[in-house]
């Protein structure tokens, strides 16, 4: 993902995620450390392999192989924003229910934060930031061009959703588009050039 | 969350084998949208979690030579809506579409929407599923509680939206494991497996130690059997707050069998109004022998509701609930229902 260029008057090169880098997720980190070497990886002699503490998977993020470390609990979104810098997918409701959290799994819109990693090994995972880059997906152009949004709190899982959506309905209309969506929650209230954002990728045919 | 262990078997008998180990406390885990909240929280709290998402056999969707139609538990809801084979059974349909969440829809499976947890705000605030006893209900904010079925301590409604019309339309449950039947020898200690009338698997928990549904801990839902729809006309209709994916205030399932014009025999199933889908013969009774109409479909509304028992706060979900039952009628006749 692109780091966040937002920086406060006379603060030219620290950004909000260059501090937390520098401080609490080194010792986060450092705790991950500790914990693996005290794995508990038994592998039963009959029956199916039970995993107990911590343990290291492979995930398919964005195309490209990750190894991670997790427990059985620790969620898709915990991986994504914590080991793997990408803070795109927001912690909004935890149980799903606001779609702040929305990747695509093997092309289908789920909520990270309602999927554990550990059963997620062997899944095509693509986030927000696969979206983004110098040549930005279509939903992404449209979002900045009908400013779909406020706060944006809420605009990776919009974004995500759209695009999941519409490649099942690329030729969906307003009414559909409604209705797809009603997984999302924006407080900002910003639905109305969000719609407006997905007509024209509509329109626009991609 | 607290932490536990994790096994992801690839077969029902070893599904089985791992929740059958009665030292550790067991949940049965498919698309997560309704555990991973609920554990997040600490208001389930289990040694193991078995996902059952890679077991084939129950991720299969198959039209058996009979006409009946065998949904495997963990087949997710898109794939349902996207398949053929929900043809015919309308009430089904318009329950997972009234969901209306995609990410929801993407990641739940039929499975976990019949077996997940009551929405009840003080369950899901920790206070007991019965939330201390039923006293939290009957003397707290009780507008979202149930309007049947509710003399005993549970005063939830089952949240559950494909269960009524599950129930109207006959449906049954494959359940294996535990005591569930004897094994195909007639052994015992075998993956013994049950068909449970859907209406039947439900149940009012009494106390603490119960759960909404007769599954024990070492059983697993595999199948939803339906019979075939021929003949029969069918539709769900929910009163809900608005758009989102917020569940119904009050909900209903029509599943009726005509003889020309006339109604031969009918089930009409209410749901977000009890602890458990609530069949209402009442209405079914009214129906039967008669053409559907406005008035009639007005009057088996009314006869649903007549010995309702509303709670301090929730007397206007019976007029929900009479007019779901009103309009699911109607809509399953084919006639518009008014609304939207």
Request: proline share 5%; with cysteine; hydrophobic share 40%.
């Amino acid at each position: 993902m692109t780091e966040s260029t937002i920086k406060g008057p006379g603060d030219p090169g620290f950004s909000r995620r260059d501090f937390l880098r520098g401080s609490g997720a080194v010792a986060a980190a450092t705790a991950l450390q500790t914990h693996a070497a005290a794995a508990n990886q038994e592998g039963q002699a009959a029956g199916p392999a039970i995993v107990r503490g911590e343990t290291t998977i492979t995930l398919q993020v964005n195309g490209e192989s990750k190894k991670v470390t997790v427990e059985p609990r620790t969620t898709l979104l915990e991986v994504l924003r914590t080991q793997l810098d990408l803070t795109g997918a927001k912690p909004i409701s935890h149980d799903g229910s606001s779609g702040g959290s929305t990747v695509m799994i093997d092309g289908k819109p789920m909520s990270a934060s309602t999927l554990l990693a550990v059963a997620l090994v062997g899944k095509k995972i693509q986030t927000v930031e696969s979206l983004g880059g110098p040549k930005p997906d279509a939903v992404v152009k449209a979002f900045v061009e009908h400013d779909a949004l406020q706060c944006g709190f809420c605009t990776p899982g919009f974004v995500m959703a759209v695009r999941a959506f519409l490649d099942k309905h690329p030729q969906a209309t307003e009414a559909e588009i409604r209705g797809g969506l009603n997984g999302n929650i924006c407080r900002c209230g910003t639905y109305a050039n969000i719609i407006q954002a997905a007509i024209a990728v509509v329109k626009g045919g991609k | 969350m607290k932490n536990f262990e994790y096994a992801a078997p690839t077969t029902e008998s070893e599904a089985l084998q791992l929740l059958g180990d009665s030292s550790v406390s067991t949940e049965i885990l498919a698309g997560g949208t309704d555990l991973v909240g609920l554990m997040k929280k600490m208001i389930v709290t289990p040694d193991r979690v078995v996902n059952i998402l890679g077991i084939p056999s129950l991720r299969t969707l198959e039209r058996r030579v009979d006409g009946q139609l065998w949904i495997g538990a963990a087949v997710t809801l898109d794939t349902l809506l996207d398949s053929p084979y929900l043809a015919g059974y309308d009430a089904v349909t318009q329950a997972i579409r009234g969901i209306n969440s995609m990410q929801f829809q993407c990641q739940g499976t039929i499975g976990g929407e019949i077996c997940q947890r009551p929405q009840c705000w003080f369950f899901r605030g920790g206070r007991g599923l019965l939330g201390e006893g039923g006293q939290a209900a009957a003397n707290g904010d009780n507008r979202y509680h149930a309007i049947f079925g509710n003399d005993g301590p549970a005063k939830f409604v089952h949240s559950s939206r494909i269960a009524p019309a599950l129930i109207a339309l006959g449906a049954a449950v494959r359940v294996i494991g535990g005591a569930a039947g004897r094994g195909p020898d007639g052994a015992d200690g075998e993956v013994g497996e049950r068909l449970v009338p859907i209406a039947e698997f439900f149940q009012t928990p009494r106390h603490e130690r119960q759960r909404e549904t007769i599954l024990a801990p070492n059983q697993l839902v595999t199948h939803i059997v339906l019979p075939s729809p021929a003949g029969i006309a069918n539709a769900t209709y929910e009163v809900r707050h608005g758009e989102g994916p917020d569940y119904p205030l009050a909900a209903a399932s029509a599943a009726l069998r005509m003889d020309g014009e006339r109604v031969a025999d009918a089930r009409i199933v209410m749901g977000q109004v009890a602890p458990t889908p609530w069949n209402t013969v009442a209405a079914a009774a009214l129906l039967r022998g008669r053409s559907i109409d406005e008035t009639v479909a007005e009057a088996a509304g009314q006869a649903a509701v007549a010995d309702a028992t509303p709670l301090s706060q929730n007397a206007y979900k019976v007029q929900l609930a009479k007019v779901a039952v009103k309009r699911a009628i109607l809509a399953a006749a084919g006639h518009p229902t008014g609304g939207f």
